[in-house]
């Protein structure tokens, strides 16, 4: 998964830069759950926090109509 890293947390970034006001929060959100997945070294903890951050994104991009 560290491989991924880097092009995921480049994902989130370019999210956060076009995030339409009164999301921000969620965006940060996710960005905070997908960047910490990689901040822990059992690949179970990690897979959860990936997992979630995903999961949370699916219902953002449903919010925003994506």
């Not at 970034?13 to 059992?42: C, L, Q, R, W, Y």
Request: with cysteine; charged share 25%; aromatic share 8%.
């Amino acid at each position: 998964m560290e491989e991924k890293q880097e092009s995921l947390v480049s994902m989130m970034d370019g999210m956060m830069a076009s995030v339409p006001e009164g999301f921000e929060g969620m965006a940060a959100m996710i960005k905070t759950h997908i960047s910490n997945a990689f901040k822990f070294k059992s690949p179970n903890v990690q897979k959860f926090k990936l997992e979630s951050g995903l999961i949370k994104l699916k219902t953002y991009c449903r919010k925003l109509g994506v």
